[in-house]
């Protein structure tokens, strides 16, 4: 499993077996095109989360130079022709199958892809939807969407490696810092990504288990999340988790 850097911080995360690849959310032809090609590998399948430029930018491209089969959202415009899915619905590459889950809240129709096994655990591909440390902004959905769909991801097994699109986590943490200090699984968190980030290396995948612990937008039912919410909005209703992930989700826009 490759995170192939894209942009500035793009992630195209490709997995792999002796001769077949997929990738995921490819906004670039131009970091998979030579990979394959060193590597001897065929593309056989684009999955994409949702209709972002900078995660579809390299679909027609790949799929033209390829025959990749593109899978992608029920909902949403994509680049034609594509097998379109929606919840419950999977994309079969590899040998493996990708269970698709509705994430709708950074995008009125996100989908996440979920792999039950690969090399000896789940695998989830959630796109701008989960972060480590933080969640995607709510372009075209509300926080009680994006709580929802937080939950949902929330819900899968603990060792599930968390593929997400962006290598947004040093910044993610040090809001997090500023929403629960006193956190001690953060605080180590975020000095294990720190030393991976200065050795030139991506701080993902993570794990659910890992974000259950540490993601404040993961933790709006904790007491001392609800309460530092309420700092901010003094109008955060504290029993109501999309209340409280509305506000997380502003004061974190607004946060340098
Ligand atoms: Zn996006
Ligand atoms: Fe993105």
């Not at 899915?85 to 979920?114: C, E, K, M, N, Q």
């Not at 372009?139 to 949902?152: I, N, V």
Request: proline share 7%; glycine share 8%; with cysteine.
């Amino acid at each position: 499993m490759l995170p192939l850097p894209a942009f500035s911080d793009n992630y195209i995360w490709m997995l792999h077996d002796t001769r077949n690849a997929l990738v995921v959310d490819p906004g670039d032809a131009a970091p998979v095109l030579p990979v394959l090609r060193d590597m001897g590998l065929s593309l056989q399948a684009i999955l994409v989360t949702h209709h972002h430029g900078d995660h579809v930018g390299g679909v027609s491209a790949l799929r033209e130079a390829t025959g990749a089969a593109v899978y992608g959202p029920a909902g949403e415009t994509m680049p034609e022709p594509l097998t379109r899915l929606r919840h419950g619905g999977s994309a079969t590459a590899l040998g493996l199958r990708f269970a698709v889950i509705d994430v709708p809240g950074h995008t009125a129709g996100h989908i996440a892809y979920f792999c039950a096994d690969w090399d000896g655990a789940p695998l989830l591909f959630c796109g701008d939807t989960l972060f480590s440390g933080g969640c995607g902004r709510l372009f075209e959905g509300t926080p009680a969407q994006m709580q929802a769909s937080l939950d949902a991801l929330a819900a899968l097994p603990g060792d599930t490696r968390v593929c997400c699109a962006h290598e947004y986590t040093l910044s993610n943490l040090k809001f997090a810092r500023a929403v629960e200090p006193g956190n001690q699984a953060l605080l180590q968190y975020q000095a294990r990504c720190e030393s991976l980030r200065q050795a030139g290396q991506p701080t993902l995948p993570s794990r659910i288990a890992t974000e259950r612990a540490i993601n404040p937008f993961l933790r709006t039912r904790e007491a001392d999340v609800a309460q530092a919410a309420r700092g901010f909005d003094a109008h955060v209703n504290p029993r109501e988790a999309a209340s409280v992930l509305a506000a997380l989700r502003q004061w974190k826009n607004e946060f340098r």
